[in-house]
């Protein structure tokens, strides 16, 4: 032990006498006791040095200093929102310049919207914009109609079904008893049982066809705010007492020309009868069932008609005339005899205004309907008079019905042909 302790202190005489003994980091606390006598315990020594090495390391760990990132930005999430805020103010400026370029836009037509309504005329452009629309919405309610009329047809074929199968599980009557097979039906009238009251009215109708032709050119040349009776003709229904006459008016302008609506009127007629119009002439005499329901009060009649209907061209306008005899036969389904009913009708196209630029047509229909009582006790009876209201009612939703007719028929070919070109 003795020979380690003076080979260590050899070892630090050699290294206080070097010029670097600075550097080493001992300070002068070693000389000191190396002097002295106390390191006659090797442990204290070397308990001095690590204490020693210890302090000159703690200034050395203390003096590092962190690196910082040369790219760290610690503004960079503020600059972020300040980049975004701008381009946000931009848009907004942009879309304040948008919005008020389509509020002038609108301003404009609604200006020229209010120009156009406020003018007395009707010129081309706005009767095709409201022929437009009333289309579009007829069409969406024609869609609406069809899918709730799915849905009945539906169920009444389930209905109509579920009769079927109750009827083949069950017994037919004749086979239970032999006795009641014989079946009574009814039948359409024989030929020749009523063939000279036929003939007699519709010779009546067709001189009353003539005479309201004649009557219409007397009121259009002469007086064309009213109605004139100086062309007549003696008619066959003169027994009974006549009543009130009801008159329906209707004028509607769509445009087209006059030919196209009044061919389109002519075919739709036809259609309605069930008969080509290649087979037709000018001159239409016919007889017919007519039923009337009516759904609001749930109430119907039914009636036997005779008409006659004729079709005059002129030169810038046509005439359609018809006359009908119409006679009740049941009313809520019991029989009803005593009254007749007498229709005289026209209707009038011609062209709306000639100096106008485009081509509107005019449509006016004229209706009048007079009731015939044959027993003067029945001219207070509640059932004549809820007849006459039933048939006057049903005539004003069918001429309104035929014009929209008319027009869709006609809006379909222009569309048709504007593809084919």
């Given at each position: 032990?003795e020979?380690?302790?003076?080979?260590?202190?050899?070892?630090?005489?050699?290294?206080?006498?070097?010029?670097?003994?600075?550097?080493?980091?001992?300070?002068?606390?070693?000389?000191?006791?190396?002097?002295?006598?106390?390191?006659?315990?090797?442990s204290?020594?070397?308990?001095?040095?690590?204490?020693?090495?210890?302090?000159?390391?703690?200034?050395?760990?203390?003096?590092?200093?962190?690196?910082?990132?040369?790219?760290?930005?610690?503004?960079?999430a503020?600059?972020?929102?300040?980049?975004?805020?701008?381009?946000?103010?931009?848009?907004?400026?942009?879309?304040?310049?948008?919005?008020?370029?389509?509020?002038?836009?609108?301003?404009?037509?609604?200006?020229?919207t209010?120009?156009?309504?406020?003018?007395?005329?009707?010129?081309?452009?706005?009767?095709?914009?409201?022929?437009?629309?009333?289309?579009?919405?007829?069409?969406?309610?024609?869609?609406?109609?069809?899918?709730?009329?799915?849905?009945?047809?539906?169920?009444?074929?389930?209905?109509?079904?579920?009769?079927?199968?109750?009827?083949?599980?069950?017994?037919?009557?004749?086979?239970?008893?032999?006795?009641?097979?014989?079946?009574?039906?009814?039948?359409?009238?024989?030929?020749?049982?009523?063939?000279?009251?036929?003939?007699r009215?519709?010779?009546?109708?067709?001189?009353?066809?003539?005479?309201?032709?004649?009557?219409?050119?007397q009121?259009?040349?002469?007086?064309?705010?009213?109605?004139?009776d100086?062309?007549?003709?003696?008619?066959?229904?003169?027994?009974?007492?006549?009543?009130?006459?009801?008159?329906?008016?209707?004028?509607?302008?769509?445009?087209?020309?006059?030919?196209?609506?009044s061919?389109?009127?002519?075919?739709d007629?036809?259609?309605?009868?069930?008969?080509?119009?290649?087979?037709?002439?000018?001159?239409?005499?016919?007889?017919?069932?007519?039923?009337?329901?009516?759904?609001?009060?749930?109430?119907?009649?039914?009636?036997?008609?005779?008409?006659?209907?004729?079709?005059?061209?002129?030169?810038?306008?046509?005439?359609?005339?018809?006359?009908?005899?119409?006679?009740?036969?049941?009313?809520?389904?019991?029989?009803?005899?005593?009254?007749?009913?007498?229709?005289?009708?026209?209707?009038?196209?011609?062209?709306?205004?000639?100096?106008?630029?485009?081509?509107?047509?005019?449509?006016?229909?004229?209706?009048?309907?007079?009731?015939?009582?044959?027993?003067?006790?029945?001219?207070?009876?509640p059932?004549?008079?809820?007849?006459?209201?039933?048939?006057?009612?049903?005539?004003?939703?069918?001429?309104?019905?035929?014009?929209?007719?008319?027009?869709?028929?006609?809006?379909?070919?222009?569309?048709?042909?504007?593809?084919?070109?």
């Amino acid at each position: 032990m003795e020979e380690e302790f003076s080979a260590a202190l050899a070892f630090l005489n050699g290294l206080q006498q070097s010029d670097n003994f600075e550097t080493t980091g001992y300070d002068g606390r070693y000389l000191s006791l190396l002097e002295s006598d106390a390191w006659a315990d090797p442990s204290q020594f070397l308990e001095t040095l690590d204490d020693n090495e210890s302090a000159a390391q703690a200034p050395q760990k203390r003096g590092k200093k962190r690196r910082k990132n040369k790219g760290f930005n610690p503004n960079k999430a503020r600059e972020e929102l300040r980049a975004e805020v701008s381009i946000l103010k931009n848009e907004v400026e942009e879309l304040e310049f948008i919005r008020k370029g389509l509020q002038a836009i609108r301003n404009k037509r609604q200006a020229s919207t209010n120009a156009v309504n406020s003018s007395h005329g009707v010129d081309g452009t706005s009767l095709w914009r409201e022929t437009c629309t009333r289309q579009l919405k007829r069409r969406l309610n024609a869609e609406r109609e069809n899918i709730g009329l799915r849905k009945n047809c539906e169920k009444a074929l389930r209905v109509v079904s579920s009769v079927k199968n109750l009827l083949n599980s069950r017994p037919a009557l004749w086979d239970i008893n032999p006795e009641t097979r014989i079946r009574t039906r009814r039948i359409e009238i024989p030929n020749g049982y009523v063939n000279d009251m036929v003939t007699r009215i519709f010779d009546d109708l067709s001189a009353g066809v003539e005479a309201s032709y004649l009557n219409v050119k007397q009121v259009t040349e002469a007086n064309p705010s009213g109605l004139s009776d100086s062309a007549t003709h003696v008619s066959i229904f003169t027994d009974g007492v006549k009543g009130r006459s009801r008159e329906i008016f209707n004028c509607s302008t769509l445009p087209f020309g006059v030919i196209e609506i009044s061919d389109a009127w002519w075919e739709d007629w036809h259609t309605y009868s069930g008969r080509s119009v290649q087979n037709t002439a000018d001159v239409v005499a016919e007889s017919f069932g007519l039923e009337i329901c009516d759904v609001a009060v749930r109430i119907s009649a039914t009636f036997y008609a005779q008409q006659v209907l004729r079709r005059f061209v002129e030169d810038n306008r046509v005439v359609i005339v018809w006359n009908a005899y119409i006679e009740p036969i049941a009313y809520k389904g019991k029989r009803v005899r005593g009254a007749f009913y007498i229709e005289k009708s026209n209707v009038i196209i011609k062209p709306k205004d000639l100096e106008q630029n485009g081509i509107l047509t005019q449509i006016s229909s004229q209706e009048v309907i007079t009731p015939h009582i044959l027993d003067s006790k029945l001219k207070n009876d509640p059932k004549i008079a809820a007849l006459t209201s039933v048939l006057v009612n049903s005539m004003a939703p069918y001429y309104t019905a035929r014009i929209q007719t008319i027009e869709t028929m006609l809006l379909d070919r222009v569309i048709q042909v504007k593809r084919g070109g």
